[in-house]
T-cell receptor, first 114, second 113 residues
Framework: NAGVTQTPKFQVLKTGQSMTLQCAQD?????MSWYRQDPGMGLRLIHY???????DQGEVPNGYNVSRSTTEDFPLRLLSAAPSQTSVYFC?????????????FGSGTRLTVV | ELKVEQNPLFLSMQEGKNYTIYCNYS?????LYWYRQDPGKSLESLFV???NGAVKQEGRLMASLDTKARLSTLHITAAVHDLSATYFC?????????????WGAGTKLIIKP
């Protein structure tokens, strides 16, 4: 059981480049989310999905796109990378519904934009 | 505005001592989560607190929830170096018809031998 798998683990981009961060989970979780973590700021929600075909914006969505064509995959696309997007990105998933299920996190992607 | 505030944000303590991390939140919620993060690593779930008065314990860590006071505490008993990490609390809150986690900024805990 792999849990939540993120790739790549590290990435360096030049300003203006685009790329996709991959996230896959094998737990049949309905909810999936992308967070960015910056020093001293905790986690900030970028986009989230409550099921295949359903996505919505979080707290800091600008400059990012997502799609959810399957339950398992939730890729995050950076459209035109900027230095302000240098951060650690975490994908997380959990079961849906109103019961108290915590998130399972991926190992993270450390992104540097130069 | 929905807020989750942790204090302290930084804590340096000696092994063997007891201490408490506080998590206050501004929204009505009866579901609160504690996570641990080691440097350069991902987040690991510690506790899920689902009702007023909930108390959970794992080893030297004990978490409690008071939904009326909108307060959760993470108590460390007889701290050991291995507990050095950053601890986050997060609260479930309904945003745009869906539940999302609102996160605290984290408490960086350093335990000195």
């Amino acid at each position: 059981n792999a849990g939540v798998t993120q790739t790549p683990k590290f990435q360096v981009l030049k300003t203006g480049q685009s790329m996709t961060l991959q996230c896959a989970q094998d737990m049949n979780h309905e909810y999936m989310s992308w967070y960015r973590q910056d020093p001293g700021m905790g986690l900030r929600l970028i986009h989230y999905s409550v099921g295949a075909g359903i996505t919505d914006q979080g707290e800091v969505p600008n400059g990012y796109n997502v799609s959810r064509s399957t339950t398992e995959d939730f890729p995050l696309r950076l459209l035109s990378a900027a230095p302000s997007q240098t951060s650690v990105y975490f994908c997380a998933s959990r079961r849906g519904g109103q019961l108290g299920y915590g998130y399972t996190f991926g190992s993270g992607t450390r992104l540097t934009v130069v | 505005e929905l807020k989750v505030e942790q204090n302290p944000l930084f804590l340096s303590m000696q092994e063997g001592k007891n201490y408490t991390i506080y998590c206050n939140y501004s929204t009505t919620s009866d579901r609160l989560y504690w996570y641990r993060q080691d440097p350069g690593k991902s987040l690991e779930s510690l506790f899920v607190l689902l009702s007023n008065g909930a108390v959970k314990q794992e080893g030297r860590l004990m978490a409690s929830l008071d939904t009326k006071a909108r307060l959760s505490t993470l108590h460390i008993t007889a701290a050991v170096h291995d507990l050095s990490a950053t601890y986050f609390c997060a609260v479930d809150s309904k945003i745009n018809s869906n539940y999302q986690l609102i996160w605290g900024a984290g408490t960086k805990l350093i335990i000195k031998p």
